[in-house]
C-alpha cells in the first residue's frame, strides 16, 4: 500500500491564482482531513469528509473547497490565493473518525 | 482557543536519558493521541490512549492519562538521537461538533 500520498510537493503561487492539491489514499478509510501547519500553531483543521459525498467545514476554512467524489481522492482548491495561505498542508485519512490518522508527506505552498 | 496544549514547547536531551512531555487540554476527551514529526515529514502516529485507560506501552514509549486533570504525559525511555522531532498530542473532543485537535507541538532534541 502507498499509504496517503499528496502531490505536489511544493508550489509557488502569485497572489490571486487558483490551484488544486491532490490528496489520495489507497486503505479504503472512510474519514479524510485537510490541515495546514504554521509555526508554532500546530496543525488545524480546514475541511473534512466522512465518506464519499459528504464534507464538512474544520476551523479555517475560508478560502479552501473540497470535494469526495470517491473514497480514495480528496482534493483541496484554493480558490484565490493570499499570502496567508503560505503553509505546510497536510491530508490525512482514517478508518473511522476519532481513530488513528494516517498523514501524507505534505505540500509546501508559498504564495507570494 | 488550543484544546491541547504540549509542554515544554522544547527539550534538550543527551543520549541515553529519558524525556517526557506534557499535554494539557480543556474539555472532556472520548481519547487522546500523540504523533511524531521528523523535520519536513508527515506526522506519525505513536498511540491513542482511551478516556477509560490510564496507562499505554509501546516499546519505549509510556503513555499516561489523568482525565481529572485534563493532561496527559508521553515519556520516552532510553532516548536515541533518531528520536529527534516533534511531538503533538492531539485531542478528540466529546461534543459532536468538535474534531481532533491538535497541540503546538514539543521540539525534542536527542543530542548523541
Known amino acids: 500500500n502507498a499509504g496517503v500520498t499528496q502531490t505536489p510537493k511544493f508550489q509557488v503561487l502569485k497572489t490571486g491564482q487558483s490551484m488544486t492539491l491532490q490528496c489520495a489514499q489507497d486503505m479504503n478509510h472512510e474519514y479524510m482531513s485537510w490541515y495546514r501547519q504554521d509555526p508554532g500553531m500546530g496543525l488545524r483543521l480546514i475541511h473534512y469528509s466522512v465518506g464519499a459525498g459528504i464534507t464538512d467545514q474544520g476551523e479555517v476554512p475560508n478560502g479552501y473547497n473540497v470535494s469526495r467524489s470517491t473514497t480514495e481522492d480528496f482534493p483541496l482548491r484554493l480558490l484565490s490565493a493570499a499570502p496567508s495561505q503560505t503553509s505546510v498542508y497536510f491530508c490525512?485519512?482514517?478508518?473511522?473518525?476519532?481513530?488513528?490518522?494516517?498523514f501524507g508527506p505534505g505540500t509546501r505552498l508559498l504564495v507570494l | 482557543s488550543q484544546q491541547g496544549e504540549e509542554d515544554p514547547q522544547a527539550l534538550s536531551i543527551q543520549e541515553g536519558e529519558n524525556a517526557t512531555m506534557n499535554c494539557s487540554y480543556k474539555t472532556s476527551i472520548n481519547n487522546l493521541q500523540w504523533y511524531r514529526q521528523n523535520s519536513g515529514r508527515g506526522l506519525v502516529h505513536l498511540i491513542l490512549?482511551?478516556?477509560?485507560?490510564r496507562e499505554k506501552h509501546s516499546g519505549r514509549l509510556r503513555v499516561t492519562l489523568d482525565t481529572s486533570k485534563k493532561s496527559s504525559s508521553l515519556l520516552i525511555t532510553a532516548s536515541r538521537a533518531a528520536d529527534t522531532a516533534s511531538y503533538f498530542c492531539?485531542?478528540?473532543?466529546?461534543?459532536?461538533?468538535?474534531?481532533?485537535?491538535f497541540g503546538p507541538g514539543t521540539s525534542l532534541s536527542v543530542i548523541p
Open positions: 492531539a485531542t478528540d473532543p466529546k461534543t459532536s461538533y468538535d474534531k481532533v485537535i
Open positions: 490525512a485519512s482514517s478508518l473511522r473518525d476519532q481513530e488513528t490518522q494516517y
Open positions: 490512549i482511551r478516556s477509560n485507560e
